[in-house]
């Protein structure tokens, strides 16, 4: 099995920054992207960045030149740097991983439980 865990929610003002965390772990023999989603309130769940094992990056317009997604492939852990955050970021952060299995050459997808990320005004 393999398990996301993320963390680095909480509770901030405008304008303020947090950093989240995620570490896939598990039966895992390589992670091809990670990434992280955002669902806020009566809304679907959108993309907000994601990095390759490569170290690609795609963001959302939205958040582009606020937040920062790095990674660490040796300890499978991806980052969301996110500054100046406004109202509107609120929501439900949730991790995602593009991995292979050992013993597999397929593809497959994984999600965090998530982690909540409110910004007060």
């Known amino acids: 099995q393999v398990q996301l865990v993320e963390s680095g929610g909480g509770l901030v003002q405008v304008g303020g920054s947090l950093r989240l965390s995620c570490v896939a772990s598990?039966?895992?023999?390589?992670?091809?992207?990670m990434g992280w989603y955002r669902q806020a309130p009566g809304k679907q769940r959108e993309l907000v960045a994601t990095i390759t094992s490569g170290g690609s990056t795609n963001y959302a317009d939205s958040d582009k030149g606020r937040f920062t997604i790095s990674r660490d492939g040796a300890k499978n852990t991806v980052y969301l740097q996110m500054n100046s955050l406004n109202v509107e970021d609120t929501g439900v952060y949730y991790c995602n991983a593009a991995l292979v299995r050992p013993f597999s050459s397929a593809q497959y997808q994984y999600w965090g439980q998530g982690t909540q990320v409110t910004v007060s005004s």
């Open positions: 598990g039966s895992i023999f390589r992670v091809n992207r």
